[in-house]
């Protein structure tokens, strides 16, 4: 089966330090997403791409997180500087559109 | 590792039994709802999606029923299994690609 992959699979970093987290979305699927799932706040969407090209970031924190699609094959999430209430599980889904999308395993980062 | 909240709604089941996980949703136009299925330290995994011209549909064993009325979402699960115990969450989509996602019900089955 197809899959999303996302690296790493856990992330510890120190408070002020930068954070990537990668993804590789399934070969053909035109859109990609950023969610952040935390215990108090459930999945956010941060930003999403269609045809690499951002359509919407609205949820993610402008000042410290960027996203971005090199090419068609990695799409990336930089944290910078990464502070404490960062700490969560992030992940990436491709699709087609239309909602339907596949989910990686995600990153779960800590920073402390 | 651990995805999911502390507090969520829990429905607990006997193996065998029939579950109902139902959800509320915020937008009356939303056109497109999707049930994920999210096991320990895993991503949200597609189970099954209406469109909002239906009210019911049907996969294996499972069955989602939407009432626009009420805004209301359900996911009924058939002779429920351990391999079903899970987080589930509901998702509406309005016009575009992004999903919003509820938040969530633990499903535990026992033996």
């Known amino acids: 089966d197809a899959r999303v992959t996302q690296t790493p699979r856990d992330k510890v970093t120190e408070m002020g330090q930068e954070v990537t987290m990668r993804c590789q979305p399934i070969l053909g699927h035109n859109t990609v997403f950023w969610y952040r799932q935390t215990m108090m706040q459930g999945l956010e969407l941060l930003a999403y791409f269609r045809n690499r090209a951002p359509l919407d970031d609205s949820g993610m924190p402008k000042d410290r997180f960027s996203a971005e699609m090199p090419d068609a094959t990695l799409a990336t999430l930089k944290i910078q500087p990464s502070e404490p209430r960062d700490s969560a599980v992030y992940f990436c889904?491709?699709?087609?559109?239309?909602?339907?999308?596949?989910f990686g395993s995600g990153t779960r980062l800590t920073v402390v | 590792g651990e995805s999911v909240g502390l507090h969520l709604p829990t429905l607990s089941v006997q193996e065998g039994d029939n579950s109902i996980i139902n959800c509320a949703y915020s937008?009356?136009?939303?056109?497109?709802f999707i049930w994920y299925k999210q096991e320990s330290g895993k991503g949200p995994q597609f189970i099954i999606d209406?469109?909002?011209?239906?009210d019911k549909r049907q996969g294996q064993r499972v069955t989602v029923l939407l009432n626009k009325t009420v805004k209301h979402l359900s996911l009924q699960i058939a002779a429920t299994q351990p391999g079903d115990s899970a987080v589930y969450f509901c998702a509406e989509i309005l016009n575009t690609d992004k999903l919003i996602f509820g938040t969530g019900t633990r499903l535990q089955v026992f033996p």
């Open positions: 889904a491709s699709g087609l559109g239309q909602g339907r999308s596949t």
């Open positions: 937008n009356s136009a939303s056109d497109y």
């Open positions: 209406i469109r909002s011209n239906m």
